[in-house]
């Protein structure tokens, strides 16, 4: 259970102006890829200060556990193996999706096994630590979760709501037809189900059956506003794998199919612009001082595969801030390129508004839709050490730069020109030092700024000058 990060708040400075204080949640970057050949990832962060980051190993014989105090940390950390597949009968093969939680003072992975002699025998299954650190503890078998239909049934994951505690997991039942839908359950405990498990959604649009599969699975919760999304994955484990979203009221029945309204389409799914394919089987984690939400999911890099997806074992664990949408949903974006993670800049006199782009021309505005066009990523400047250059998220090689004054985004030229146009020292806010301005590289003393809404680059004089050259990361 993530409880999501609050809005900005604002702070009237004088009659007729207002400003917004330094972002409740302030931009925080990582560079991708986490971890290579990891599918399936699940990170939690604990008291102890420690982030703790399973995942699908392609062997699928063993579940694997580090830890790091820092996500990107995640990536050099050591890396245990805390349990292997039984070389025989149950638990012995297809090790899938492991989840690790920590309940009532003790651990828990919730993870799927097939058997040694039937591997697509798939089922659920549990196990405990009593350690406080669970990378060194000893980690016992409870067992099999017992589900009143023994079907195929995989990627269980829990959560709380007002105190109590619910399993969801994905499962095939015969009489509904092929392929897998997501159930949830209450829990008696944290390897127990009590009560008729129900089903809330069942795969029936094109995007959630592309490439010949029925599926939907890797159910993951995220909390926020008195709302709960429940982010689930989405047809074939190729370049089709996408995320769609139910939502459900914290106060409404959610053993109760109707109270959860699932997402007209995709909330999250391959973008070739970005070298970005099959993201999904998502988890939710938080930033480092808390105040920012962490969409955890795996892709790969390239869109065709030889034979089956089961069998490439190039899915990695990715990780890329999430924002919140002005109705209190969240807005997933797209997935980001492979590197630096992008950031998003608000104004600092108008703080709903953000920095997009629309036909390429640089402006605020608020509700941007599409996300990514208002998420840039702040990279080495073209023109050199000392100044930083603005990459478009959704245009990967275009660049925020000014000509005649006025601020583009158009992609790079390779010219001198055009590294010197779209190169920019970032200076302490002018407005709020807590801020950042960026003053242009060739222009000295010109600085990106608003004016009706629209960038320039100019020279700012007056205090209001120096608000609108002011801007907030998030």
């Known amino acids: 259970m993530i409880a999501g990060s609050a809005a900005a708040t604002i702070t009237g400075v004088s009659a007729g102006t207002a400003h917004a204080a330094v972002p409740a949640s302030p931009g ?7 971890a290579e050949k990891r599918a399936d990832p699940h990170i939690f962060k604990h008291t102890d200060g420690f982030y703790y980051f399973t995942a699908t190993v392609p062997e699928y014989d063993r579940i694997v556990l580090r830890r790091a105090t820092t996500i990107q940390g995640l990536s050099s950390a050591t890396e245990t193996t805390i349990w292997t597949r039984h070389a025989s009968g149950a638990m012995g093969a297809h090790i899938w999706a492991p989840e690790i939680h920590f309940i009532d003072g003790k651990w828990y992975v919730y993870f799927a096994a097939g058997d040694a002699n039937d ?161 999904g089987h998502n988890q939710f984690t938080v930033s480092e001082d808390g105040k920012s939400d962490i969409l955890v999911y795996h892709d790969r890099s390239y869109k065709d595969i030889s034979g089956s997806p089961l069998n490439d074992p190039n899915r990695r664990t990715r990780v890329q801030k999430i924002y919140w949408k002005a109705d209190g949903t969240p807005d997933i974006g797209i997935p980001v390129a492979d590197g630096l993670t992008p950031i998003r800049l608000s104004s600092y006199n108008f703080p709903d508004r953000f920095v997009r782009h629309w036909d390429y021309r640089a402006k605020i505005e608020a509700n941007v839709s599409p996300l990514a066009d208002s998420q840039f990523r702040v990279v080495t400047g073209l023109s050199g050490t000392g100044t930083v250059s603005l990459e478009s998220a959704n245009f990967p090689g275009y660049f925020l730069r000014h000509k005649n004054y006025e601020v583009w985004v158009e992609k790079n030229d390779g010219t001198a020109q055009f590294a010197s146009d779209a190169s920019f020292t970032a200076r302490a806010g002018l407005a709020d030092s807590a801020g950042v301005s960026y003053e242009a590289s060739n222009l000295p003393g010109r600085y990106i700024r608003h004016y009706d809404y629209l960038l320039y680059v100019q020279a700012p004089s007056t205090a209001a000058d120096r608000g609108d050259a002011t801007f907030y990361t998030q």
């Open 28 to 34: 925080v970057t990582y560079t991708n890829t986490i």
């Open 119 to 279: 591997i697509w025998h798939i089922r659920p299954y549990v196990l405990e630590c009593t350690a406080a650190n669970p990378i060194t503890g000893t980690w016992t078998e409870k067992g099999r979760i017992a589900l009143p239909l023994d079907t195929f049934s995989l990627d269980a994951t829990t959560f709380a709501v007002n105190g109590t505690r619910y399993l969801a997991w994905a499962q095939n039942d015969p009489a509904v037809g092929r392929g897998t839908n997501i159930y949830i359950a209450q829990m008696s405990s944290p390897w127990t189900i009590t009560g008729t498990p129900v089903m809330i959604s069942r795969p029936t649009a094109a995007w959630e059956t592309a490439g010949g599969e029925t599926v939907n699975e890797g159910p993951a919760v995220i909390q926020r506003g008195g709302k709960v999304f429940l982010t689930f994955s989405a047809s074939a484990t190729d370049a089709n794998y996408c995320m769609g979203m139910l939502t459900a009221s914290a106060s409404a029945d959610l053993l109760s199919a109707s109270s959860w309204a699932k997402s007209a389409g995709p909330v999250f799914a391959s973008n070739a612009a970005t070298s970005q394919y099959g993201p």
